[in-house]
């Protein structure tokens, strides 16, 4: 099955991702937000975006080719002819449910719907709908244009056409996926997020700073960026979310949210995505 016509769900900092990277591969991509003020800043910042690709790389298409294959709207409507669609909505069980029924009623019976989460069960998503054979988790990660690969999420009812189509949409993008059983958190997750949480209890107990956190595992074990500075690129609102999806999902009590997580994202901070978290990113 050709896929041309992909929706995008979400213009927060995943949706973005997804929806510039489908542009770059010459899709054509329907990128649905809830007014028309994020929308805007999404436009904005994949120009910047873009504009910062070519710093590097001389073969990036120019700003305004890549937004001209990307139409935004609050319009679920114009999903009508979509043949995939990925969902970025805030991990929110509450804010998630009410968009499947949604595509369900207008996108076309062929149309595959994968779920971006880092989280929610699937499986659960796809009972929200009358098509949960197509439902599948496609896990990107940030920034998505950069990842190679992404994790890829079997529900009970996916089939084997579904994740042929969903491996095939990743091929399209440059992409390859890695496909793994559905339970909270998967793979990535439910060892990032611990480690993470983890990591912010060290701070909040003052074992070490954030930056000595970070340290310790980029320059003792090679990783390319510590858990801390993981968290603020992610989004530490992001994150609590999901913690809090994993403790409530297995009920144990090593998914136990740290307080200082939470003290946080009340206070606003976020991490990049607004400027300030375990790092100050504003100028």
């Keep these: 099955m050709e896929l041309k016509t992909i929706g995008v769900i979400g ?19 329907v990128l649905i937000d809830i007014n028309e003020e994020i929308l805007e800043k999404a436009k904005q910042d994949i120009r910047n975006n873009v504009r910062f690709q070519a710093f590097y790389d001389k073969t990036v298409e120019a700003p305004d080719a890549v937004l001209a294959r990307i139409t935004f709207t609050t319009d679920y409507q114009k999903l009508d002819t979509a043949d995939f669609v990925v969902e970025n909505v805030v991990e929110k069980w509450d804010i998630k449910k009410d968009v499947y029924p949604q595509l369900d009623k207008i996108c076309p019976p ?13 499986t659960r998503v796809g009972s929200l709908t009358n098509r949960p054979d197509k439902v599948v988790g496609m896990h990107f990660m940030n920034p998505v244009p950069m990842k190679k690969t992404v994790e890829v999420i079997r529900a009970y009812h996916t089939t084997d056409e579904t994740l042929a189509t969903a491996q095939q949409f990743l091929s399209q993008m440059g992409k390859e996926g ?3 059983n559905d339970m909270p958190g998967f793979v990535s997750n439910r060892v990032l ?36 500075e993981t968290a603020d690129l992610i989004g530490l609102d992001t994150i609590l979310y999901s913690v809090e999806v994993l403790y409530e999902s297995y009920n144990d009590s090593k998914y136990r949210p ?11 901070l976020y991490g990049r995505k607004n400027g300030k978290g375990f790092y100050n990113y504003k100028a």
């Design 178 to 180: 890695v496909v793994v």
């Design 110 to 122: 062929h149309c595959v719907f994968a779920v971006n989460t880092s989280a929610i069960s699937i």
């Design 258 to 268: 740290c307080p200082l997580l939470k003290k946080m994202v009340d206070a606003g």
């Design 11 to 29: 213009a927060g900092v995943m949706g973005i991702g997804v929806a510039q990277n489908l542009a770059q591969t010459k899709h054509q991509v």
């Design 193 to 228: 997020m611990l480690t993470v949480n983890e990591a912010v209890y060290l701070v909040q107990d003052q074992v070490a700073t954030a930056e000595q956190v970070d340290k310790i595992f980029k320059e003792c074990f090679g990783h390319k960026m510590g858990p801390l």
